[in-house]
């Protein structure tokens, strides 16, 4: 079963149209983490909740917001999609009381037209 | 957090066992060592993690030196199903780190 879930797997969107993003966790863990990954690169981090905490990494664009209701969910939106910012997303989670494993979801790969 | 370097790609066969070496030279004391793989358009998955020594499990071990400065992902008997980008990660995901940053990783290519 999964444990991770983005949806959309898929997403097209217009150039400066926003666009958001969901995953949802079953895991009940306290760190969600985003993630973009463009065509052979690897992951890069653009920020963390633990719980409520919001943790952004400093050279995330300002077009990047995210939001996190309650533990299950955690929300990625992009406030003016460039044709830079096509790529995968990737959604994350983790214990934050464990040094074990990270949790991915499929990914939501998004096409900017 | 300790920057992590890997070899671009690697290729292999078919039944050979596979070493990937990790150096992590600024590694802290708390920071453990984990293993993703990565096939395409999926994310990534856990493969295995390590502080010292060695850690084996059903499909990896990994070796860890005494001094931590390096790590080597081992991959016994390859297939064809191998094929994927490996990542090592440095890190700690406790204590207010929470912190999971991926290096370049490693294309691994398995052919017959």
């Known amino acids: 079963d999964a444990m991770v879930i983005q949806n959309p797997r898929y997403q097209v969107t217009q150039f400066g149209k926003p666009v958001t993003l969901s995953c949802s966790q079953t895991l009940n863990h306290n760190v969600m983490y985003w993630y973009q990954q463009k065509s052979s690169q690897a992951p890069k981090l653009l920020f963390h909740y633990y719980d409520k905490d919001f943790n952004n990494e400093a050279d995330t664009p300002d077009n990047f917001q995210s939001r996190r209701p309650n533990t299950s969910f955690c929300f990625l939106d992009i406030r003016s999609p460039g044709l830079g910012d096509a790529a995968m997303y990737l959604c994350?989670?983790?214990?934050?009381?464990?040094?074990?494993?990270?949790?991915f979801g499929q990914g939501t790969r998004l096409t900017v037209v | 957090l300790a920057k992590t370097t890997q070899p671009i790609s690697m290729d292999s066969y078919e039944g050979q066992e596979v070493n990937i070496t990790c150096s992590h030279n600024?590694?802290?004391?708390?920071?453990?060592i984990t293993w993703y793989q990565q096939f395409p358009s999926q994310g990534p998955r856990f493969i295995i993690q390590?502080?010292?020594t060695k850690v084996t499990n059903e499909v990896a071990s990994l070796f860890i030196p005494a001094d931590r400065k390096s790590s080597t992902l081992s991959l016994p008997r390859v297939s064809l199903s191998d094929t994927a980008v490996y990542y090592c990660l440095v890190g700690r995901l406790t204590g207010g780190g929470n912190k999971l940053t991926f290096g370049t990783g490693t294309q691994l290519k398995v052919e017959l």
């Open positions: 600024n590694i802290a004391t708390n920071d453990y």
């Open positions: 390590g502080y010292k």
């Open positions: 994350a989670t983790s214990s934050g009381q464990t040094n074990t494993e990270a949790f």
